[in-house]
Nanobody, 124 residues
């Protein structure tokens, strides 16, 4: 069982930066691929980024490539999403997710475990 708690959301001006954190419980955290998804009002949930169990490999949606960076610290059971060059279209609730299978996150956009979400609002 893994529990995920996101933090770091807030209000930022366009062009600014935020860093989201996702703290995970459970000693098996290193066994899980972790990712970030987002959902804007009236829109479907969309994949943002994912990182492999070791942190050596990362994957991004085209819309955030070059602006967002995902990383993880397995010693702290934490995953981060550094967001730079924020745009108004990045406004959404951001969710952390974890699954043992990479393809579940980057292709099926599903996961065994989800956090509650943190709101990111970018003002133009």
């Amino acid at each position: 069982q893994v529990q995920l708690v996101e933090s770091g959301g807030g209000l930022v001006q366009a062009g600014g930066s935020l860093r989201l954190s996702c703290a995970a419980s459970g000693r098996t955290f290193i066994s899980y691929v972790t990712g970030w998804f987002r959902q804007a009002p009236g829109m479907e949930r969309e994949f943002v980024a994912a990182v492999s169990q070791s942190g050596a490999h990362s994957y991004y949606a085209d819309s955030v490539k070059g602006r967002f960076t995902i990383s993880r610290d397995n010693a702290k059971n934490t995953v981060y999403l550094q967001m730079n060059g924020l745009k108004s279209e990045d406004t959404a609730v951001y969710f952390c997710a974890a699954d043992r299978v990479l393809q579940a996150i980057i292709r099926s956009h599903s996961a065994d475990y989800w956090g509650q979400g943190t709101q990111v609002t970018v003002s133009s």
